[in-house]
């Protein structure tokens, strides 16, 4: 079975600081996606991120970059220069890459970005 | 183009009674997806459907159905409400229902049971 975990339940930082979200991920299948989604006051799920597990490059957009790593099953979040619109709950998931399979999400990490 | 659409945004209902909410996929896509999100549990599947056919369903009991028409709408009914069955109730939307093609999110409907 897979499984995300998203071991900080709740971080607070003052804006302008960076900050990382962690996420552990378990899965016994090779081929599978990643995937990071924030969740504003709204409640709309917002897409961030995919990443396939063939591909470990990490990647930035702008203040935004991921850290992917399969030898230990991490797939890191960090924000640089933190702002207030930040603040949201954010969410790390796995899907089976070959099957139409359900997202499995982690529990979130709320991120309190302070002014 | 328009998002996915949830309708109704909030809604109030009393143990025992039964709800249906609605999901409008984005144009062109015709799978739906629904998921229940609370504090407790966090986001679950409930069921997924593609050209009016479910595919694959969660771990939930009976009570929880749905149905998606030839339009691609998709409904979802709860009977016999249960305050466990307070939540977020959120609908993703996916061209193919595979995850290479990427999924959509709607706002949601926030149910509470009273």
């Known amino acids: 079975a897979q499984k995300v975990t998203q071991a900080q339940t709740e971080i607070s930082v003052v804006e302008k600081e960076d900050v990382t979200l962690d996420c552990v991920y378990e899965?016994?299948?090779?081929?599978?996606?990643l995937f990071w989604y924030k969740q504003p006051p709204s409640g709309e799920l917002v897409f961030l991120i995919r990443?396939?597990?063939?591909?470990?490059q990490n990647e930035i957009s702008g203040r935004y970059s991921w850290n992917f790593q399969k030898s230990t099953s991490s797939f890191n979040f960090t924000i640089t220069a933190s702002q207030v619109v930040d603040s949201a709950v954010y969410f790390c998931?796995?899907?089976?890459?070959?099957?139409?399979?359900?997202?499995?999400f982690g529990k979130g990490t709320r991120l309190h970005i302070l002014p | 183009k328009a998002g996915v659409t949830q309708t109704p945004r909030y809604l109030i209902k009393t143990r025992g009674q039964q709800v249906t909410l609605s999901c409008s996929p984005i144009?062109?896509?015709?799978?739906v997806s629904w998921y229940q999100q609370t504090p407790g549990q966090g986001l679950q599947f409930l069921f997924e459907?593609?050209?009016?056919?479910?595919?694959n369903k969660g771990n939930f009991p009976g009570r929880f159905s749905g149905r998606q028409f030839s339009n691609s709408r998709s409904e979802m009914n709860v009977s016999t409400l249960e305050l466990g069955d307070s939540a977020l109730y959120l609908c993703?939307?996916?061209?193919?229902?595979?995850?290479?093609?990427?999924?959509?999110f709607g706002s949601g409907t926030r149910l509470t049971v009273v």
């Open positions: 899965t016994r299948d090779t081929t599978y996606y």
């Open positions: 990443r396939n597990s063939f591909d470990e």
């Open positions: 998931a796995l899907t089976l890459m070959n099957r139409d399979d359900k997202i499995i």
């Open positions: 459907y593609f050209s009016e056919t479910q595919r």
């Open positions: 144009s062109g896509h015709r799978s």
């Open positions: 993703a939307s996916s061209a193919t229902g595979t995850p290479s093609y990427g999924y959509t």
